[in-house]
Nanobody, 113 residues
Framework: QVKLVESGGGLVQPGGSLRLSCVAS????????MSWYRQAPGKERELVAH????????IYADSAQGRFTISRDNAKSTLYLQMNSLKFEDTAVYYC??????WGQGTQVTVSS
C-alpha cells in the first residue's frame, strides 16, 4: 500500500534550520508530483511547497518563498524540505503528500527560543 514516512522535525531556535525527509513506497514515486503541507494549532492545513515529478518546477507559499527549498531524489524515493531562517510562525506539523492519493503521518516542527 502507499506509505509516506516523514522525519527530521524537532525543536529549533528562531533563525535555525531543519531538513525534513519523506520516504515514499507503494507507488511510482518518480512519476508523481509531491507536496509538503503544514498545519499549525487551530489553523487549517496549508500548502508549503510543491514539486513536479522530474524536479526543476517548484511552487512555494509566500511564507516559504526564499527560505524553504523542496527537492527530491527519485532514486531513493525520498522528498525533502530544507527550511532555513525559521520563524516562530513556522511551528506546525509538516505533512508529506502525494496529491489525491495519500498523506504521511506528519512530523512536528517547533520554533522556540
Amino acid at each position: 500500500q502507499v506509505k509516506l514516512v516523514e522525519s527530521g522535525g524537532g525543536l529549533v531556535q528562531p533563525g535555525g534550520s531543519l531538513r525534513l525527509s519523506c520516504v515514499a513506497s507503494g507507488f511510482t514515486f518518480s512519476t508523481s508530483p509531491m507536496s509538503w503541507y503544514r498545519q499549525a494549532p487551530g489553523k487549517e492545513r496549508e500548502l508549503v511547497a510543491h514539486i513536479m515529478s522530474a524536479g526543476g518546477s517548484e511552487i512555494y507559499a509566500d511564507s516559504a518563498q526564499g527560505r524553504f527549498t523542496i527537492s527530491r531524489d527519485n532514486a531513493k524515493s525520498t522528498l525533502y524540505l530544507q527550511m532555513n531562517s525559521l520563524k516562530f510562525e513556522d511551528t506546525a506539523v509538516y505533512y508529506c503528500n502525494v496529491p489525491g492519493i495519500a498523506w504521511g503521518q506528519g512530523t512536528q516542527v517547533t520554533v522556540s527560543s
